[in-house]
Every structure is written in C-alpha cells, then in structure tokens.
DNA sequence: GTCTATAGCGCGATAGAC
DNA sequence: GTCTATCGCGCTATAGAC
C-alpha cells in the first residue's frame, strides 16, 4: 500500500501495446470516462472509505468486475478522480499575473471559483474530503505543485502592494480566504440551502450574490480600487 | 442518545436514588467520555464509514465490546459526539446583539471562531466531514436550531445597516463567509500547513495572523469604523 | 475484453461466562 | 458491569468461463 507518491507520472494512453483499433480505444475511453463520472458522484456522497466498487459500477451501468478491470484497486481509481480535478483546479487560476489589474484579476479569479462550486460540487468534495482527513496521498501534491502556484501568486500580490495598488495583506491568507469562502457553497451546500430556506440545493442567484459579495469584500477590504 | 435498554429520556445524574453509587456513576461518566474523545478522534482522521468501533475501543483503551455497551451502535456514537459539538458551537456566537458594537462584536466573533479552530480542530472536522457527505441526521438541526440562531443573526446585522452602521451587504453570506474563513484552518489545516510551510501543523502564530487578517477585511470590507 | 461466481477478510454487533 | 469469543454480513479483489 504505497501512500507518497506524486502526480504527473502515469500515461494511460500511451501503455497498451496490442494492436486495437481507434473505435476499441474510443470505448474504452468512454468506458473510463462513465467510471471516472460515477466515481466522483459516489466520493462525494459518503467519502473514500462508505464508497463501494459495486455503487460505483452500478452508478456507471457496468458490472463490478469491470471497474476493476478498468482501475485495479479503489485507491487506484480515488487517485484518478483526484488527478482529474486537480488538473482543472489548477488550470482555472491564471489570471493572476504582476501585469493585470488587481480588481479585474481577483474579481475574475473569485467569479471562476464560485461558478467552479456551481457546476462541479462533486469535485470539490471529493478534494475536500480528501484534504480534511489528512489525504496522505495528497501530501506532495500540497507540498510541491500547490505550494508553488502559490508562492508565485504571493509574489504578484506583494508586487502590487509594493506598488501601492492595494493594502499590505498577508497574501497567504487572502488565498485561504478566497478558496474557502468560494468552496463552501460547494462542500457545505446543504448548511447553504437550510440557512438560506432552499429546498435541497442553492439556487443559480446565490451562487451569483456569493460571487458578487465575496469580491465585494476582497477588494473593499484589501483597498483595492474597483475597475480601472 | 440512550444508554441502557431502558426507553424514555434518562437523565443521568437523576436517574440513580442512592448516593452509594455515586463513585460508580462518576466512573461510568469518566469511560463515557474517554469513549467519546476517542470516538472525534478517529471520525475526524477518517471519517465515519471509515472508523472502526474497534479503532475507538483501541484508543480509549477499552476492549471493543465496551464502546458497545455505552454506546449501542456505531451510530449512536457519532450522535453523541455530534451533539458536543454542535452545543459548544451554537453557544459561542452569542455576541451579536443589536446593542453591540459592530466591529467589537464581530471582532470577537472572529476571534472565538479561530481559536476554536485552532484548539477543538477534530471537533470542526468531524462536523465538516458529516455535512460534507449530506448528513441526514444534522438536516433537522441545520434547517431548525442553525437556521433560527442565523435568522435571528441576520437581522441585528439588518439593524445595524439601517442605522447606517455598515455596508448593506447581504447578511447571510456574511455569515457563510466568516464561517468558513475560520473554519478553513482546522478542517483543511494540512493545506494551510503545507502552504505556510509547516511541518505538519499551522503554528499558533498563524491562527493569529489568520484571525487579524479576517477581522480587518471584514471590517473594512463591510465599511464598519474599526474600534468606537 | 467482459462478466459470473466466489474467495478471503474485516467489520459491527452480541451471546454468554465472569 | 465487563470482556472474550464468535457469528454473519458485505466488502474488495480475482479466478476462470465465455
């Protein structure tokens, strides 16, 4: 049972040898894909350790068998749906950069959050829940990839303090902030909905007044000028 | 929660008429407790599908069938630790008051909420963990005592608005905001660690920092005068 | 490549001696 | 009240027929 290993390493596209066909390797890419989905969903729902292969398979419409065909053990398969999201996650903050203006980058930067915990609640719990329970697996990921990002990220924020652009925050922090104010509304969706009398789910106009409310804050409080 | 077969609602230090037992009672509160410590230990680092009795009777140190007898099931457990919990939490935000300050009172708020994560993290874990995952059994208590404490909450904030001590901004995102800036540092605190560059842990003094950071943007962000 | 059938194990819970 | 010994279930993972 290996624990600290890192990402980047597996290929799955590049190992099979024998001679299939474009519409086998299609499928069986679709096949993944249904697995990859309903492991996420199941994840989400009652975390690594309540998800069963069977509701997993079921939840994907193929007999057990398969996924373990597919992804040999469950930690093998909870380690593809965590590259899946990481991947993303890490994608979706670029605009922070020394050049960009502070109000349109962070603004920006918030807006792609919440609509992240709009239409991915499931991927955000399934880190979350990792995260939360000391996710050994997670251990380099937040000590290398993440880690770097975001001393990159301090970096432009204390550039634009030194330029007087906005207050002396601890940008740390202000990353802490954002990412957890933003994630909540996917990881504690259902204290979201009984506080704010939704039936089950947040409605499309919180996620919005979130998004507004939370930039509001940022910029207000950081002493960011609003627009240009 | 119950104990014994015994039905009804047993209070326990009214239940037992002679004085002679008195040693025994306060032995059997004693082993109730290092159960239930135990028990948010272990829900916290892996959940509750993932926690064994077994694990919880280990760390208690008590053989398993003994968490059985105080605790009928696994369930029972997690109710129990659960209702800690949420006591503790509900109780410690009851300096939002129409005649406080806003920014003393919510400074105060901030300030208890940090320490709080910085002192009881497995607690705030294992409550984030059940919500997390849909939490049937918190539904009740999330839409009932939650949302009634929040609606109240809401309102002296809408006062206070209105007298022109504050930004109108919408009050209970607010609250979704404050709770999750400082709850962030217990429930993902190997994030926050491996971010900062701790060992394993955040340091105290990163619970201060966290705690004045937080404090000012939701002041100045709010558009409240710091201090009176 | 796919799926049925099952091995093997660890769990929650309990019976019953003390 | 306490604890040992165990039962029965449901899980992950796989062997082996197709």
């Known amino acids: 049972m290996k624990k600290n290993q890192t990402f980047g390493t597996s290929n799955k596209s590049a190992r099979r040898p024998s001679g299939a066909t474009a519409g ?44 373990h065909y597919y992804f040999r053990t469950k930690e093998d398969l909870i380690h593809a749906v965590l590259e899946n999201i990481l991947t993303l996650w890490l994608d979706s903050a670029d605009v922070i950069v020394e050049t960009a203006d502070p109000a349109e980058a962070l603004s920006s930067y918030i807006r792609s959050k919440i609509e992240y915990s709009r239409d991915r609640p499931n991927a955000s719990k399934v880190f979350a829940s990792e995260i939360l329970h000391g996710a050994p697996y997670l251990e380099g990921f937040l000590r290398n990839q993440l880690k770097d990002r975001v001393d990159f990220k301090t970096g432009v924020i204390k550039k634009w303090i030194e330029r007087g652009l906005m207050d002396p925050v601890p940008p740390e922090h202000l990353f802490f902030l954002i990412w957890s104010a933003t994630q909540t509304y996917a990881d504690f969706d259902c204290q979201v909905a009984a506080v ?33």
Do not use: H, M, Y
């Open 24 to 67: 086998r390797e299609a499928t069986r890419l679709a096949k993944e894909q249904k697995i990859l989905q309903a492991a996420e969903e199941v994840f989400a729902e009652v975390g690594f350790a309540g998800a069963t292969t069977s509701a997993i398979a079921c939840k994907a419409g193929l007999p057990k068998a398969n996924v």
């Open 196 to 228: 704010l009398g939704r039936r089950k789910k947040p409605k499309p106009e919180d996620f919005d007044q979130a998004a507004e409310f939370i930039t509001n804050i940022v910029l207000k409080g950081c002493g960011i000028k609003s627009g240009k």
